[in-house]
């Protein structure tokens, strides 16, 4: 038999909970979405606790556990995630935080927050940002702006260590004065770095001729950097190597993006593709037909993030239109009728009510060789009729490179 490629594309939190006020349906029960109800009558139904049953996951530690990657060992904070997805290279000793920019106020030499997020104003962030690369004793500090009021620094050097707390004070109020998490000699040292580099941060930004520009178009200043979610990326075995594929990421957001360049995807560049509920899902679609039609790539992952957004801003509306409007773009993926193993499902459940992930299983369906069930729309409570029964999101991969003659015999 031929090997197939797989297709696995997951729309982020798209799973819900039934809504009192919308008859007792969720999204994906009230949206129309035909395409969707193909894939499910014509496929394989279940439904799959991302990580485990009731586990509540992100959207990191669910993409590492739907690529069959243990998240309790190979997740170490979403630092090292952010900074891989906003495409900064890290080597396995590399601290990596997410930072924001803030507005601060420095009062007889110490700092306060007066805005978190510097007043959301993109204006000059990145050559801001450009301006935070520079040493701390023997230690290399590398800043990246990366989208909104959002940056990633990784400090590179010997003995550093990720048990740091954040500099991020998480409210408005005097800066925090990082601390080291253990009794290590590395820890305190790199507390100790990264208060220097806050400050020295705050010296260069603060006299940076852009914060007169910023104040001239009624903006706060961005003169300093907070920074959280210490963490280091360890050694991650390579997708290829463990499954015998070379894979591509299709995908808006940086935190999926950094996750999949930290297992060994390839990361596509979608034009348009921006992460939010304004993505140019089409153009994913495209880059995805492409991929199959293409001799690179025999796993493609696509992560469509605008269904989760919408879900945490509580819009039960907003979410059904999202779903009608992926499975418009559908449409030409399965027209293609490319001999592939697709496969559609979400990440996580994200309640619109609740406007928060919850540990709710998520429907799920393949398209290809398989044994079709009695299922013929695609949703939370439909899927559980399927012939997949419930499965695990670390089974997820297995059953699908199996579908695609991919899998490996255990025993003789
Ligand atoms: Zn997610
Ligand atoms: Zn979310």
Redesign the pocket.
């Known amino acids: 038999m031929q090997q197939k490629k797989i297709v696995l594309l997951i729309c982020?939190?798209m799973a819900d909970r039934p809504d009192k006020e919308h008859n007792n349906k969720t999204p994906l029960e009230v949206a129309n979405k035909p395409n969707m109800d193909k894939i499910a009558k014509e496929g394989i139904c279940g439904l799959m606790n991302p990580i485990g049953y009731g586990i509540p996951p992100g959207?990191d530690t669910a993409h590492l556990a739907l690529l069959s990657y243990d998240p309790y060992k190979y997740y170490t904070g979403r630092g090292p995630f952010e900074a891989l997805g906003a495409g900064l290279n890290l080597g396995k000793d590399d601290i990596a935080f997410r930072c924001n920019f803030a507005t601060a106020e420095k009062k007889n030499d110490k700092l306060f927050i007066t805005d978190r997020r510097a007043g959301r104003g993109e204006f000059g962030l990145e050559k801001l940002g450009d301006m935070l690369n520079f040493q701390i004793e023997d230690v290399k500090a590398i800043f990246k702006t990366s989208s909104g009021h959002r940056g990633v620094l990784v400090l590179r050097g010997k003995n550093l260590s990720e048990k740091i707390s954040d500099s991020d004070p998480h409210s408005e109020g005097e800066i925090k004065n990082v601390v080291p998490l253990d009794n290590t000699n590395s820890s305190k040292r790199t507390a100790e770095i990264l208060n220097k580099f806050t400050r020295k941060a705050y010296e260069i930004l603060n006299n940076s001729e852009i914060q007169k520009e910023r104040l001239n178009k009624g903006m706060p200043p961005a003169n300093i950097v907070l920074a959280r979610g210490a963490g280091k990326i360890g050694e991650i075995p390579k997708f290829n190597e463990k499954y015998g594929m070379n894979g591509v990421c299709i995908a808006g957001v940086n935190l999926v993006k950094g996750i999949s360049r930290a297992v060994g995807l390839d990361v596509a560049e979608i034009n348009g593709a921006t992460g939010h509920k304004d993505s140019n899902i089409g153009s994913k679609i495209d880059a995805c037909i492409k991929e199959l039609k293409g001799d690179k790539h025999d796993f493609i992952l696509i992560n469509i993030k605008g269904t989760?957004?919408i879900?945490?801003d509580g819009d039960f509306k907003g979410k059904v239109e999202m779903i009608e409007r992926i499975d418009t773009v559908l449409a030409k993926l399965l027209e293609e009728d490319l001999d592939a193993t697709i496969a559609l499902t979400a990440d996580?459940t994200?309640s619109v009510t609740v406007r928060?992930?919850s540990g709710d299983p998520v429907p799920v369906a393949i398209l290809g060789d398989v044994r079709t069930d009695e299922v013929y729309k695609f949703s939370e409570r439909e899927c559980a009729k399927g012939g997949l029964g419930v499965i695990k999101g670390s089974d997820l991969l297995n059953i699908l490179m199996d579908l695609s003659e991919r899998g490996k015999k255990f025993g003789a």
Request: proline share 0%; charged share 35%.
């Open positions: 982020d939190g959207s989760d957004e879900s945490h996580h994200t928060e992930h």
